[in-house]
């Protein structure tokens, strides 16, 4: 019985681990290489999709045309990064206008139509708003090199903190959330990613102080953390172990994308603070 647990355990490891090469060699490709259309493109499709699940975790009701209303609103407010980041403000405030407006026709009582508003309008902030900004940075100078910067951070963070927390866990970061994570995986994290973001200054950022790359690499994958935590507050309202089936090993698009989805806007702003 052991040997099978053992067996099912390391085919599923296996299966996780292939799904995240395809997606990391995938991304490394686009993001040094496409151009700027077919990234928004890109950004449109996955914050189309991300929608699709969240509104599965917080808005289940909504499904139909108004769904289906929500999921393109989503996909289409990422391309206006195209045109500027005034285009793309503009953009998120006018889909969080039609989203209110979606939530009140909804029906229901008050307080259900509100809480359908707030949801709908952290729904697109956080799926369209917040990834775009990877939009917005590939167009900047050294802006790509830094996107895959800021996804090493989030993924060395991930990554110390899985084998952190199984190897000296003890002390649980948030029980009812996430019970599997714990202060110890955290700061292990937290020190590898540090690591990580120094190395790949050193290496990638010949005009960055090693220090600067391991301390902003370190902010990331601790605002990482936070989107982490976040997505699991979605699917412990729901009771859903995923955010869906779209990724092999992975589950949902969101279960893989939500430190990255949290990085992003505090990467833009390094950006125009430390590379401007």
Partial sequence: MVEING?????GLGLRVITGLGLAVAALLLVLFAPAW?????????????????????????????????????????TAGLLGAGALAGALLLGLVLAAFLAMTGGGAVDA??????????????CSGLLSC??????????????????????????????????????????????????????????FTAVIGGLFAFLFLPDTRVLVGAGLSLALGAISVVGDLLESTLKRAVGAKDSGTLLPGHGGLLDRLDGIIAAAPLLLLAREIWWA
């Fill in 7 to 11: 067996r099912r355990v390391m085919q």
């Fill in 38 to 78: 077919l990234l928004a493109l890109l950004v449109a499709g996955l914050a189309g999709l991300g929608m699709r699940e969240y509104l599965r975790l917080s808005c289940p009701e909504l499904v139909g045309p108004r769904g289906w209303l929500l999921w393109l609103l989503a996909a289409a407010i990422p």
């Fill in 113 to 126: 139509i509100q809480r359908r508003a707030l949801n709908l309008g952290w729904g697109l902030a956080y």
């Fill in 134 to 191: 990877y939009l917005l940075l590939a167009n900047l100078d050294q802006g790509r090199v830094l996107i895959l910067y800021g996804v090493a951070s989030v993924v060395a963070a991930d990554t110390g903190a899985y084998f952190a927390g199984n190897l000296a866990g003890k002390h649980r970061l948030a029980p009812t959330l996430s019970p599997g994570k714990t202060w110890e995986g955290v700061i292990g994290g937290l020190i």
